[in-house]
């Protein structure tokens, strides 16, 4: 069990949710587990890369996301929910993000508080060809609600078989809640020419750089460190339509993981609205479909996760539901926005 407890990460690829939701249920001794992963992965612009704080065009930006999944075979869904503001500060960007991770019957939890920062480098007198940097410090606090779990020593065989709570789990915790100091950093290149047909983008940043120590039993665990490349394009095909390819990347320790995304922006003149529809494919993990709406300063995206891993068959292909909503206070500007990577 011991092994159990060290090596849960919160903040787990999807592809590997299913063997942690399996673990969770029958106990194996080892479970192989890392950061959780959101299917709308550039709506929350600081958890996707430390370089985009600030690299929009308007006065300050609000994000809000929620994420849910394993519903349909855990009693406690696996939960993400994040806030994040953001604004820049003529070549500068400077930003705050707060994310929560809830999963599992003890009550896993992870608060993460991060200040972040960006700085926009410029290589041309038109203002095209955009480097920004960024980088975000902060911390991390694990805790866990030992009297809700049960464990292997807590099993008896009377009346065909049970876990009682009341017999000692032969575990001993060093502690159950923790905070450890966390530090992420990326690079952004983006083309922001008007009018353009193509607006190419292209990515990396890391997170955990420190791979703090984290234990609940005294031991010298580390926080691996996780790696994203992500990139894309935005193609204008005309003024109503719009069309953004796009991948990510992700890898930490030994687990590897490959999202593809078409999302199609179809804009309403008389409404002054975009629509956005679109399908993700996450490697060995999942299908996902994906609406928003975009009005004025508001955008908001909906998505749903059907499961496509080994885990298919218990949860009938269901996945995860994901909601997020960005307000941006935009300077006097009409639709549609040319310049930048994403709506």
Known sequence: MKKIIEIIRMDMFSAYCSRIVTGLLFFPSVIIAQDFQLSQYDAPPLFLNPAMTGMFDGHYRVHAHYRTQWAAVASKPFTTAGISFDMPVKKFGVG??????????GRYNVTSALLSFG?????????????????????????????????????????GGNFDAGLSSGE???????????????????????????????GFS????????????????????RYYLHGGTKINVNEKVQLLPKFLY???????????????????????????FGPTYRSNDAAIVELGIKKGSYIARVSYDVNTSGLKTTTASRGGFEISLTYTARRSKPNPLANCPRL
């Open 119 to 159: 700085y926009d480098l410029v290589f041309d007198k038109e203002n095209n060809h955009h480097l920004a940097l960024g980088v975000q410090a902060g911390m991390l606090q694990k805790s866990i609600n030992v009297s809700d779990l049960t464990f292997g020593n807590q099993y008896t065989g009377v009346n």
């Open 250 to 276: 992700m890898s930490q320790t030994s687990a590897h993981s490959f999202t593809a995304t078409l999302l199609l922006h179809y804009y309403l003149k008389d409404a002054d609205t975009y629509l956005i």
């Open 206 to 225: 890391a997170f955990h750089l420190t791979q703090p120590t984290e234990s609940f039993l005294g031991s010298n665990n580390k926080l691996p460190s």
């Open 96 to 105: 705050l993000q707060v994310l929560n991770y809830r999963a599992g019957a």
């Open 172 to 202: 001993t915790f060093s502690n159950t809640s923790f905070a450890v100091e966390d530090i992420n950093a990326g690079f952004l290149y983006y083309y922001a020419k008007e009018n353009s047909r193509f607006n190419p983008f292209i």
